[in-house]
Nanobody, 121 residues
Framework: QVQLVESGGGLVQPGGSLRLSCAAS????????MGWYRQAPGKPRELVTE???????NSADSVKGRFTISRDNAKNTVYLQMNSLKPEDTAVYYC???????????????WGQGTQVTVSS
């Protein structure tokens, strides 16, 4: 069974920084894209940023220049470094990964449980 476990959320003041981590575990054959989504109250879930196994990234315009995604393929872990945080970044952040389980031919999309990020003074 494959699962994603996130850590690193919390409360931070505007202009501050936080680092989120997400580790994939279980019977993993390969991991393709890993990414972060967020959902604020009353709004749909949206893509924040994503990274391929080769290191190519794609980010929402609202976070470009402030958020950086990286991954450690050896640890099956993806990170989100968030700088210059704004109140509008407040949301539940979800880790997402396209994973091919060991022994399976197809890949599936997995989600973490979510971690709350609150930006407030």
């Amino acid at each position: 069974q494959v699962q994603l476990v996130e850590s690193g959320g919390g409360l931070v003041q505007p202009g501050g920084s936080l680092r989120l981590s997400c580790a994939a575990s279980g019977s993993i054959g390969s991991i393709n894209v890993m990414g972060w989504y967020r959902q604020a109250p009353g709004k749909p879930r949206e893509l924040v940023t994503e990274i391929t196994s080769g290191g190519s990234t794609n980010s929402a315009d609202s976070v470009k220049g402030r958020f950086t995604i990286s991954r450690d393929n050896a640890k099956n872990t993806v990170y989100l470094q968030m700088n210059s945080l704004k109140p509008e970044d407040t949301a539940v952040y979800y880790c997402n990964a396209d994973i091919r389980p060991w022994g399976r031919r197809n890949q599936y999309t997995y989600w973490g449980q979510g971690t709350q990020v609150t930006v407030s003074s």
